[in-house]
């Protein structure tokens, strides 16, 4: 039996190297999306050394491109985007239309056919939300109106990018046919296209939506953790297939909508958190084989058209992005925010443009340059951010502040001796509500943005975020609380948020849950004051019901008669 297979090498070799690579951006304080993609430069056929084979990566990232859209459509909010619609909705589109004018422009001047131009100018106008949530999130603007809007914003790219991966095909068919096509032939095969996609979208709203949330209630019925996985997999891959086998619409598209049914049920948050390591894995490879399609040489060979697409888009989105804003009248530190969140571009470009290339429609020189372009971008959008932060605290005393914030989104300044929940699942909800109607003052702590709406509406102050990162602790006021409790199950994180909760504060009593012997030792030694076995209490539980059945309650001993 042979030791060595392409499929093998590509898969150890590329985690191996993105694990390394990952960790030195995350080290750097840049998005770990940088580390993905140098790994595949090292590991592509442009660079010395091993080489991951060619045929096998783009399935790979094939697959990466489905769960990458199956994850977006789970997570996709349409409240979130109805609340800053008046704002969000014109401006991306507007900048959208901008930088794509502009790019195509230059794609022009470059000759390239005028499919692959427009592709070009899409590509640079989207930008990554994993890159703008990070940044929001570790200065805590999720909550603030422009926070909001700029979440809502890169909503409305998604969508229109959603599209152009629908239009896209049909568009460059028609055009590279071959034959003289007529603007009749065009908008002919634009909309025998929308008619497949409007079929495709009958056919999810009227049986999908009916038969998926019931199949994954069903199979969450059956008590079995891996089944219920693989069926949340198979709704994700097996929607995407249909929907281009039956349909001949997108794998992008199917995978897309398949989340967003998801998301209807009662079970999405279930279904997100079990699919979320193999879409992380496959995220991961679909960046690393990106990566192997870069040549690294366009960086000396033509470093002024690098100059020029990175130029188009920090430049381009931001200058856009700063105007359409400003005419909304809204404060000057909201238009640098949003100008700041779209200077950088990021997976969905690397989609179209792996789409443009697929389909010989975009050259591989423009190719290079999107990734090209991403790459600087990404490495540049920290250090926008940091002098945006500088800017602010150059302000005025107050100047920061005018940002309006959701209700109960802000600790008070004067609280103390309040306890501090990590987490708002199933046992942080049950926990939350009993401590609140003791009186107990609460601040939670949740990353999910439905279970932080839903704490809100019950009245509970929460902060958004991460409790591992020291900005979304630190905003939980520990220093002046009296308990902290740790009701996530993750207990290699809960150890690392107990350490620096007493590095803080070292008089706080610091509780948390633990799924075994292992569990509860690791949280005593990072300074847990105590830790509960869940399956243990429950046993404890049970078995004091047991008693107080009937078969097995004590006898009741009657009292003595008195006597005489």
């Not at 005393?397 to 008070?412: D, I, K, L, N, W």
């Not at 107990?498 to 803080?504: C, E, G, P, Q, V």
């Amino acid at each position: 039996m042979p030791h060595h297979t392409s499929l093998i090498a590509l898969l150890c070799v590329g985690f191996v190297m993105a694990f390394a690579l990952g960790m030195l951006a995350q080290r750097l304080r840049m998005s770990p999306l940088v580390g993905y993609l140098l790994a595949g430069v090292i590991v592509g056929p442009f660079t010395p050394g091993f080489v991951a084979d060619q045929t096998l990566a783009p399935q790979l990232a094939e697959v990466g491109v489905i769960l990458l859209m199956f994850g977006v459509g789970l997570h996709f909010s349409l409240r979130d985007l109805l609340e800053v619609k008046n704002v969000a909705v014109p401006g991306a589109l507007v900048q959208i239309a901008f930088v794509t004018t502009i790019g195509a422009t230059f794609g022009l001047w470059q000759a390239w056919p005028m499919m692959g131009a427009v592709i070009f100018g899409l590509a640079l106008s989207v930008a990554s939300t994993v890159v703008v949530m990070r940044a929001l999130e570790e200065r805590r603007l999720l909550d603030t109106r422009r926070g909001r809007i700029a979440i809502g914003w890169l909503v409305v790219e998604d969508l229109a990018m959603v599209l152009a991966l629908v239009l896209l095909p049909a568009l460059a068919g028609a055009l590279g046919s071959g034959e003289k096509v007529g603007a009749g032939g065009v908008i002919g095969a634009l909309a025998w296209t929308l008619v497949k996609v409007a079929a495709f979208v009958a056919f999810m709203l009227v049986v999908g939506r009916r038969v998926i949330p019931r199949l994954l209630e069903h199979v969450a019925g059956i008590g079995s953790r891996e089944l219920f996985t693989l069926a949340v997999l198979a709704i994700a891959l097996g929607v995407a297939f249909g929907a281009a086998t039956l349909f001949d619409v997108s794998f992008a598209l199917g995978a897309f909508f398949a989340g967003m049914l998801l998301n209807e049920s009662e079970l999405s948050h279930k279904a997100a958190a079990d699919s979320l390591p193999m879409r992380d894995a496959f995220a991961v490879l679909f960046f690393v084989s990106v990566g192997m399609l870069f040549d690294p040489g366009i960086l000396i060979e033509h470093p002024l058209l690098v100059l020029a697409t990175v130029a188009i888009i920090v430049v381009g989105n931001a200058v856009i992005g700063f105007t359409v804003v400003k005419l909304f009248k809204l404060p000057m530190l909201t238009a640098l925010t949003i100008a700041a969140s779209l200077s950088q571009i990021g997976e969905f470009s690397f989609i179209l443009a792996g789409l443009g290339l697929s389909q010989k429609s975009l050259p591989q020189e423009a190719h290079d340059l999107v990734l090209a372009g991403a790459l600087l971008s990404i490495i540049a959008n920290p250090l926008l951010f940091a002098w945006l932060d500088g800017w602010v605290k150059r302000q005025q005393p107050g100047a920061a502040t005018t940002q309006v914030r959701a209700a109960h989104s802000e600790v008070p300044e004067d609280i103390g001796g309040h306890a501090i929940v990590v987490g708002h699942g199933r046992v942080g909800r049950e926990l939350s509500r009993l401590l609140q109607e003791r009186g107990v003052p609460l601040v939670l702590v949740e990353a999910d943005n439905d279970r932080v709406e839903a704490a809100r509406r019950q009245g509970l102050v929460t902060v958004r975020g991460n409790a591992a990162s020291d900005p979304i602790l630190k905003a939980a006021r520990p220093d002046t609380a009296a308990l902290a409790i740790l009701a996530i199950p993750q207990a290699l994180e809960a150890g690392e948020i107990i350490a620096r909760l007493k590095a803080i504060n070292p008089e706080i009593s610091v509780l948390a849950r633990a799924h075994s012997e292992a569990e509860v030792k690791h949280l005593l030694a990072h300074g847990a004051d105590a830790a509960v076995l869940a399956e243990r209490e429950l046993a404890y539980s049970l078995a004091d019901m047991v008693m107080a059945t009937p078969p097995y309650r004590p006898a009741r001993v009657p009292d003595p008669q008195p006597v005489g």
